[in-house]
């Protein structure tokens, strides 16, 4: 009996997690997520949560993605809840990733999380390092 309550309060609080809202991707990044998933490069909860969100998710090609929604050479303004700092990124695909100059991977916790949502989203997202809590604040095109 014990073990079914448990079950169902999971199950309750992955719904939390979940966003309302579809996420919007490109056709490129929808793949590159999709492989990340594949290869099992993620946690069994993010795993659940990203074949749920690819599922419902909106392709688009990048010409006709919506200018606020996050996305790979996006640059990205956010507050961490859990720390209440803002931060800037610059969005970029695996290859390109150089953290000393912001440049952080689409498939990283935070990308992974962020990705698809559009400004003023509250994303909660059960990361490897912890679970995350990011509002995203402004999305850019890269300069």
Known sequence: MKSCLSYVMKSEAKKKVMSQNNIILTTGTY???KDHVRRKKVTPQEEELLLSELKHATQV?????PEDVVSINRKVTYKDHNTNQEKT???????????SKNKISVLSDEGIAMVGYKVGDLIEWPAKKGSLKLEILKVEAEA
């Open 31 to 33: 793949d590159l997520i």
């Open 61 to 65: 090609l990048r010409k006709n993605l």
């Open 89 to 99: 990124i610059l969005l970029v695909g695996p290859e390109k990733v150089k953290v």
